[in-house]
């Protein structure tokens, strides 16, 4: 079986982990429709890279620990929380972070 993608063509999109601004803990990462890369970090940060990988930015937080992100197309962004046991959905175009629903249990 062949690979997807050999690794000679594997690349390093964005180095955030001696660069800055610096990344802490990425995760869920999402691909938007204009290809910005998105992911959370360990402090609930909700992380933008651009798509040629120019730059990084913290777009809002949730002051949690943001982790699994979706984009649902029409200018949100939901991530889960697992500090707070919820998910989150960010509107894109302001950065307001609003609470959306809880989960199921406590871990």
Not at 2 to 22: C, H, K, M, N, S
């Amino acid at each position: 079986m062949q690979p997807i993608l050999g690794i000679d063509r594997a690349q390093v999109f964005y180095d955030g982990t001696v660069t800055e601004p610096r990344l802490l803990h990425p995760e869920g990462v999402a691909v938007g429709a204009d290809g910005a890369i998105w992911c959370g970090g360990e402090l609930g940060q909700i992380y933008r890279i651009d798509p040629d990988g120019s730059s990084l930015t913290e777009v809002a937080t949730t002051g949690g620990f943001t982790l699994g992100i979706a984009l649902d197309g029409r200018g949100h962004l939901f991530t889960c929380d697992l500090k707070h046991h919820a998910v989150y959905r960010l509107e894109i175009a302001t950065g307001q972070v609003r609470h959306f629903a809880d989960g199921g249990g406590k871990l």
